[in-house]
C-alpha cells in the first residue's frame, strides 16, 4: 500500500457568503471507491461552524476526484459537515439537495452552470489601471490580444486542471468586463453538478493563489457601467429533452415564475446589485421569460425553441450562489410544488 495526500474540501459558516476551507489527510491508497476514504473532523470553532468549548465539526467524504495539483494517486475530497454526533450541520445544504434529488431521480433531471468570476489583482480586476478605469466594455468579451484579454494564463492552469481531476467542464470564455471570465460544468445530475462546481472553485482558488491573484465572485463587482457575475443555470429533466418538450419548458417556466420571490434569497447575496434590468439581466422585481431573450429571467435558448425540446436556462443565480441551494430550489419548483 502506497501512501497518498487526500484534500478534504468543506464549506464554511462564513456569512453572508460562506468560503471554502480545505486539509490535507495522508491514507493509504490509491483509492477507488468513496468508501475507502475514512471521516475526518475539523475545528468549527475557527470557521464560524462552532463554539471553542464544542468545536469538533465531522467531515464526511461525499465525491472525490484526482488532485490535478498533486498528480500522482493524490485525491481531491468533497464533504459535507456533519455536528459531533453524527446529525447535520446547520451549514451543510448538501443533505436538502441529496433528499430533494432522491424524491425526483425519476425525472432524470440535468443542470449544467455557467460559473462567471472577476480575477483581482490587489483591489482592482485584472485590466483596470491603478488610477481611473479601462476602455468602456465592447472589446472584452471572447476577446484575444494584449489590452482586451487578463489573466489567461490562470485560467487556462485552471480549464486544464478541470479535465485532470475528470470533472464535467464544459467550455471556458473571456466575458463583457475585463478581467472577467465564465467556464461551465455540467450537464450533470443534480448532487455531481453542485459537487462539482465546488471543488472546480476550489481549483480556481487555488490556482490563482499560486499568483496571488484573488478570484471575486461577486455579483456585481464593480459598479456602474460594468457587467455583473452570475451564474446561470441550465435545466431539463428527460421529457423536457425529448420530442415535444417545449410545453414542459412552458410549464417550467410558470411554475419558476410563481415561486420567484422564493428562489431569489437562496441565488446569492449582493444580487439586487446585479439583476438591474441592464447588463444582460432581469430586474430582481419581475420575472419574464422568452425565447433568446437575454434580458429574461428565464431564457428559452433558440436552438431548443427550434427544435421543440432540450433545455432551459435560469439566467437570475449570482456568481456566489451555492449550486446546491439552486438545484435544489429549481427541482423542488419545477419537478414538485415547492
Ligand atoms: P450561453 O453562454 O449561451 O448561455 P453556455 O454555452 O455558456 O451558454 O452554457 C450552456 C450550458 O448548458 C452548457 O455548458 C451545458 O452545461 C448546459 N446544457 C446543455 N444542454 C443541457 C441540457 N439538456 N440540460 C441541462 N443543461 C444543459
Ligand atoms: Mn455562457
Ligand atoms: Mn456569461
Ligand atoms: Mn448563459
Not at 473532523?41 to 467531515?59: E, I, K, P, Y
Not at 480549464?159 to 468586463?177: F, P, Q
Not at 446561470?232 to 418538450?245: D, L, V, Y
Request: proline content about 6%.
Amino acid at each position: 500500500m502506497k501512501r497518498i495526500l487526500a484534500e478534504y474540501i468543506w464549506i464554511d459558516g462564513t456569512k453572508p457568503s460562506p468560503l471554502l476551507r480545505s486539509k490535507a489527510k495522508v491514507i493509504h491508497g490509491p483509492i477507488d471507491t468513496l468508501k475507502e476514504i475514512p471521516l475526518w473532523g475539523f475545528d468549527g470553532s475557527s470557521t464560524n461552524q462552532a463554539s471553542t468549548g464544542s468545536s469538533d465539526c465531522v467531515l464526511q467524504p461525499v465525491f472525490f476526484c484526482p488532485d490535478p495539483i498533486r498528480g500522482g494517486d493524490n485525491i481531491l475530497v468533497m464533504n459535507e459537515v456533519l455536528n459531533a454526533d453524527g446529525s447535520i450541520h446547520s451549514t451543510n445544504t448538501r443533505a436538502e439537495l441529496r433528499s430533494i434529488a432522491q424524491k425526483f431521480e425519476h425525472e432524470e433531471a440535468w443542470f449544467g452552470i455557467e460559473q462567471e468570476y472577476t480575477l483581482f489583482n490587489s483591489i482592482k480586476p485584472l485590466g483596470f489601471p491603478d488610477h481611473g478605469f479601462p476602455e468602456p466594455q465592447g472589446k472584452y468579451y471572447c476577446g484575444v490580444g494584449a489590452g482586451r484579454s487578463y489573466g489567461r494564463d490562470i485560467v487556462e492552469r485552471h480549464a486544464t486542471a478541470c479535465l485532470n481531476a475528470g470533472l464535467g467542464l464544459s467550455g471556458i470564455n473571456a466575458e463583457v468586463m475585463p478581467g472577467q471570465w465564465e467556464y461551465q460544468i455540467g450537464p450533470l445530475s443534480p448532487l455531481d453538478v453542485a459537487d462539482q462546481l465546488w471543488i472546480s472553485r476550489w481549483l480556481l482558488e487555488r490556482i490563482a493563489e499560486d499568483n496571488q491573484v484573488r478570484v471575486s465572485f461577486d455579483p456585481k463587482p464593480i459598479k456602474g457601467d460594468w457587467n455583473g457575475a452570475g451564474a446561470h443555470t441550465n435545466f431539463s429533466t428527460r421529457a423536457i429533452r425529448e420530442p415535444g418538450g417545449m410545453k414542459y419548458i412552458e410549464a417550467a417556466c410558470k411554475k419558476l415564475q410563481t415561486y420567484h420571490a422564493q428562489h431569489i434569497p437562496l441565488y446569492g447575496h449582493g444580487n439586487e446589485d446585479r439583476l438591474t434590468g441592464h447588463h444582460e439581466t432581469c430586474s430582481i422585481r419581475e420575472f419574464r421569460y422568452g425565447i433568446s431573450d437575454r434580458g429574461a429571467s428565464v431564457r428559452i435558448p433558440l436552438a431548443a425553441a427550434q427544435a421543440g425540446c432540450g433545455y432551459l436556462e435560469d439566467r437570475r443565480p449570482a456568481a456566489n450562489c451555492d449550486p446546491y441551494q439552486v438545484c435544489g430550489a429549481i427541482l423542488q419548483t419545477v419537478c414538485g410544488n415547492w
